[in-house]
C-alpha cells in the first residue's frame, strides 16, 4: 500500500468484507488481506492489472465499473474502496450511491483538481496540467470528471452522505502546511470514508 495511506487500513475492521472497485494490480487488497484478515474482492476490467492481481492471489472479477453493479446485493459488503477511480467514471454521482448500497462505508480517494498548482499550471502555460499526480495528456486521459474538494463536499451534502473521516494529502511544500487550512486549495488528494 502507498505509505501515505496506511491511515486507510484504521478505518477498515479487521476481519471485514470487502470491494475493492478498479483495484489495479490488487496490491491494496493483497496488503489488507495479509495485514488485516479481510475477505475481499476487487473490480478490474485492464487485462494486465488482473493477471498482477491472480499473481498476487487476490480474488478479482472482471468488470467494466460504468456498465452496473447491480450484480453485488444491497449491504454485501461491509466497506467498498474506490482509489483514484471516481474523475474517470461516467457517472459518479451514480457510482457513488452504488457504493453506499453495496457496502456499509465507503472509502474514496480522488485527486484535487482544485489545488493551486494544477490552477498555475492553466494559468501561466495555458495547457491542461500534466503533473505526477495527473500523467496523462488531455487527449489521452482517463480523467472526464475534473472536480474538486469543494465539489466533492457539495456532493455529499446534496446526497445526504455523512463523511465519517476525510484526509488531506500534499507532499511539497507549503502544501503540506497549508493543507488543513485551506484544502481546496493545497490538497492534491483528498481521501474520504463514508456511510449513508
Known sequence: MNQNFN???DWIKPGSRLLDLGCGDGSLLADLT???????YGLEIDSQSIEDCIARGVNVIEQDLNNSLDNFADQSFDTVIMTQALQAMRHPHLVLDEMLRIGNECIITFP???SWRTRAY???RGR?????QLAYEWYDTPNIHFFTYSDFEALCRERNINVLHRKFIAEQFPDN????LWPNLFTETAVYHLSR
Open 7 to 9: 491511515f486507510i487500513s
Open 34 to 40: 495479509k495485514n488485516h484478515s479481510i475477505r475481499g
Open 112 to 114: 484535487n483538481f482544485g
Open 122 to 124: 492553466l494559468a501561466f
Open 128 to 132: 491542461m496540467p500534466v503533473t505526477k
Open 177 to 180: 502546511l497549508l493543507k488543513s
